[in-house]
């Protein structure tokens, strides 16, 4: 049984650029969150991708954009990078409808932004 | 928002019973409680979760009070690989919950020889 799978595990980009992470749900799963982890503290949410459509989001810009496929894996875009985009961006599945909503993360995706 | 409160930082030693409590006195009614362990460089991973009473696994358990505005997760007999920050989270029941659930700067459990 896989679990939640991100690529790639590194990254390394430039101010300015544009930057896409993918993630893959664990089997089974049919909901997939996304989250920026900078050093130090904990996750922040970003948004919540459910049936190929944005359901919910955190307190993140315009600049932060996603994407849901049928197969329900999912990518998450951000444009004009910034130096304090530099974090580890995790991805979380779940199932709707499952006890408590129980997030499944996967190992992460490393940007540094120079 | 049902925000959490619990300690920085803990230590103790490999063999020890350790409990990590975490405050939630503004929990709702359809609010679970969940607690997470995260390595560094690595993603969150799922330890246990309870709604009220005493949870039990393979790894841990979860004990909630009557008025549930606490939880305490206990790691039986530690060892060196549970040196990790630990995650109490609180959420309703509805897939639409993510947004609600702060994860804040959680425990860092640190365990020594």
């Known amino acids: 049984d896989a679990g939640v799978t991100q690529s790639p595990t590194h990254l390394i980009k430039t101010r300015g650029q544009q930057v896409t992470l993918r993630c893959s749900p664990k089997?089974?799963?049919?909901?997939v969150s996304w989250y920026q982890q900078a050093l130090g503290q904990g996750p922040q949410f970003i948004f919540q991708?459910?049936?190929?459509?944005?359901?919910q989001r955190g307190n993140f810009p315009d600049r932060f954009s996603g994407h849901q496929f049928p197969n329900y894996s999912s990518e998450l875009n951000v444009n004009a990078l910034l130096l304090g985009d530099s974090a580890l961006y995790l991805c979380?599945?779940?199932?709707?409808?499952?006890?408590?909503?129980?997030?499944?993360f996967g190992p992460g995706t490393r940007l540094l932004v120079l | 928002l049902a925000k959490t409160t619990q300690p920085i930082s803990m230590d103790s030693y490999e063999g020890q019973e350790v409990n990590i409590t975490c405050s939630h006195n503004?929990?709702?009614?359809?609010?679970?409680i969940t607690w997470y362990q995260q390595f560094p460089s690595q993603g969150p991973r799922f330890i246990i979760q309870?709604?009220?009473t005493k949870v039990t696994n393979e790894v841990a358990s979860l004990f909630i009070p009557a008025d549930r505005k606490s939880s305490t997760l206990s790691l039986p007999r530690v060892s060196l690989s549970d040196t990790a920050v630990y995650y109490c989270?609180?959420?309703?029941?509805?897939?639409?919950?993510?947004?609600?659930?702060?994860f804040g700067s959680g425990t860092r459990l640190s365990i020594r020889p």
């Open positions: 979380a599945s779940s199932l709707v409808g499952g006890q408590g909503e129980t997030q499944y």
């Open positions: 991708y459910y049936e190929e459509e944005e359901r």
């Open positions: 503004n929990i709702a009614t359809n609010d679970y």
């Open positions: 089997s089974g799963h049919d909901t």
């Open positions: 309870g709604y009220k």
């Open positions: 989270l609180v959420g309703d029941m509805e897939y639409s919950s993510a947004s609600k659930i702060i």
